[in-house]
């Protein structure tokens, strides 16, 4: 099976950056109004930052020069009550934007999650948990100064540099063309460093999630880990993780670095050649000393704003391969889904019929687990599922919930095909139970009721005295209101199956499917935990992979998989005087128990 690790970087799609930043701006474009009103201030901002050279030029070429002190005070009074209104427009469309870019990552990080939870096993197969964080928390993160900015500095930068370019060609279009003499050097050079640095900036967010999902995977496995005693090599890969995330780090800030560099020169030979062709070649005298000060200042206010358009570019190019990611996990296609014209599954019996089904994990067609496999199981039946390591038992029952879908063949439960029916009316039927007993955080009475969020007080208190869970939960320091954690150390693996098996009670499957669990447990709770899986399947159609003397001998039917094929089925009883597969692998494990 193909599997990214935690060492390897994530392989993406190329796609045209513009591409990916349209649809990026697409999400702020659902706000049209609020925007509307944004540029609406940032225009008169603007407009109030621009008027301000010139009335620098009126004060000293009109009024100093006349001595005309009462016209500089209404001047004074004007430029006062500008600055109050470029204030509070200031602070008005900092927060309008600060709105919109919030609602824009919660809608992206919502259809992530939405997405995420519609995707196939074969998507969690594929890849470490840490690197599905990575997206749905940095990547999303990273994508909010590119979105407020593109908005708050963008549109007026790009308003100032069109406004004071116009009013310096205006005034003396040889000045201007003199300032702006460097500027198509600075527009090319930006291009050529954006190409490294954009795939410096990939490879930093792939080192990002490889760190991601190390230390996911190393604070999940951390009981493993200290058992082992292998902090020091998990330490030393932490610190290779880290080292690379740090690298990569570095090397996209340093090329990152150089759009500022870049500014700065061109900044600079552009306001030499201002001087130089404004003193020496047009000469000083033909130019106002007004005009000279009002050219210096919107040479600065000219350069000021290129220099936030190129950091501004440079955080799109530190950022689109965030924006990459994001797309990329929305493009996944759901590969199990409800079919279109897909109807309902009413209430069944629970008549479970595989019709030559066969079945490859998508990693590796060209290798099927399951071949030609045939059977038909009556309502109320428990199968019990045995057969070596590997066989295919796990297969066989994620296919029923139709986790994977066959690859050939067809499953019918009460002769409706699992691909015609939707999803949640299929799944909603079933009951699936795995070894590894997961717990969510809260309380006790939240895990039982998490399949029936609806159900009675005294619904979820019948269903935990069925499965014998009642009598320990009372015994818990708040009973059903005990609030567990996910790994819930203050439960033994016994108590855990227990509760499980409340929660499956509660949501009375037709159909129910069991990972047995083989791990040691008290005999007292052993025989706790045989009692409740009984009464699990009590009237209901059920598969158990079963390690279990119990559950096997006191199953309908036995299929002993191996060999992509089901080799023997039948009672213990019969099984056992066939003296085939199943007689071997009974006499081998059982015998000693
Ligand atoms: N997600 C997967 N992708 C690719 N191959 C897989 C996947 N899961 C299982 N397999 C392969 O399919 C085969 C059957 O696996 P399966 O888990 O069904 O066996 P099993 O009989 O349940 O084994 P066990 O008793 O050890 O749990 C194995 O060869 C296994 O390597």
């Not at 600060?98 to 969690?124: G, M, P």
């Not at 059977?375 to 029952?397: M, S």
Request: hydrophobic share 45%.
């Amino acid at each position: 099976m193909s599997v990214n690790s935690v060492r390897e970087d994530e392989v993406m799609h190329d796609v045209p950056k513009t591409a990916t930043l349209l649809r990026l701006y697409r999400y702020l474009f659902a706000y049209k109004k609020m925007l509307a009103a944004v540029a609406l201030l940032l225009l008169v901002t603007l407009f109030i930052t621009l008027a301000t050279p010139l009335m620098i030029e009126l004060a000293i070429d009109t009024y100093v020069a006349n001595s005309d002190a009462a016209g500089l005070c209404r001047l004074a009074a004007v430029g006062l009550l500008l600055f109050l209104v470029h204030m509070v427009c200031t602070r008005c469309w900092m927060r309008m934007m600060a709105d919109v870019t919030n609602k824009v990552l919660l809608t992206i990080r919502s259809q992530l999650y939405e997405h995420i939870q519609t995707l196939s096993f074969h998507f969690f197969d594929s890849r470490p948990t840490g690197k599905i964080l990575a997206r749905v928390i940095g990547d999303v993160n990273s994508l909010k100064d590119v979105l407020s900015d593109s908005v708050t500095k963008l549109l007026p930068d790009l308003l100032t540099v069109a406004g004071v370019a116009c009013i310096m060609l205006v005034k003396s279009w040889r000045l201007a063309l003199a300032a702006l003499l460097t500027l198509p050097f600075l527009v090319a050079g930006m291009f050529l460093i954006q190409i490294s640095a954009h795939k410096l900036w990939q490879i930093h967010r792939k080192k990002n999630s490889n760190l991601n999902a190390f230390i996911h995977e190393s604070f999940s496995g951390i009981r493993i880990v200290q058992s082992f005693a292998a902090e020091p090599e998990r330490q030393q890969d932490f610190e290779r993780c880290a080292m690379e995330y740090r690298d990569s780090f570095i090397d996209a800030v340093r090329i990152g670095d150089t759009f500022g560099a870049l500014v700065e020169i061109t900044w600079g030979v552009g306001g030499f050649l201002l001087y130089f062709i404004g003193i020496r070649i047009i000469g000083a005298d033909e130019i106002g000393i007004g005009t000279f000060l009002a050219f210096s200042t919107y040479l600065g206010m000219f350069w000021s704003p290129i220099r936030n358009l190129s950091s501004f570019y440079n955080k799109i190019v530190t950022n689109i391969s965030a924006a990459e990611r994001i797309f990329d996990i929305l493009d996944t296609p759901a590969e199990i889904t409800s079919l279109p014209g897909s109807t309902a599954l009413p209430p069944v019996k629970g008549e479970v019929r595989f019709e030559h089904v066969s079945f490859a994990y998508p990693d590796e067609p060209d290798k099927p687990v399951l071949e030609n496999i045939s059977f038909t199981v009556q309502p109320g039946e428990t199968i019990a599922l045995v057969g070596p390591t590997g066989a295919g038992k796990t297969t066989i029952v994620s296919l029923i919930s139709r986790f994977y879908d066959v690859t050939d063949g067809r499953i019918c439960i009460d002769g409706f095909d699992t691909r015609h029916v939707t999803l949640e009316s299929l799944r909603r039927q079933m009951g699936v139970m795995t070894q590894d007993t997961f717990l969510f955080t809260g309380t006790v009475r939240e895990n039982i009721c998490y399949g029936k969020s609806d159900a009675t007080e005294e619904e979820m208190i019948i269903a935990a005295k069925a499965v014998n869970a009642h009598d320990f939960i009372m015994k818990m320091e708040h009973g059903y209101d005990t609030v567990i954690s996910e790994r819930s150390s203050q439960l033994s693996i016994g108590q855990r199956q227990l509760l499980a098996f409340a929660r499956t009670m509660l949501s009375d499957p037709r159909i129910l499917i069991l990972d047995e669990a083989t791990s040691s447990i008290d005999t007292h709770t052993e025989l706790l935990v045989q009692s409740g899986i009984a009464a699990m399947l009590q009237n209901r159609t059920s598969f158990i992979i079963a390690h279990r003397l119990s559950t096997i001998r006191g199953a309908s039917r036995i299929f002993y998989v191996d060999g992509k094929q089901i080799l023997e089925s039948g009672s213990h009883e019969e099984l056992m005087a066939k003296k085939g597969a199943y007689y071997r692998l009974y006499q081998s494990q059982f015998e000693c128990i």
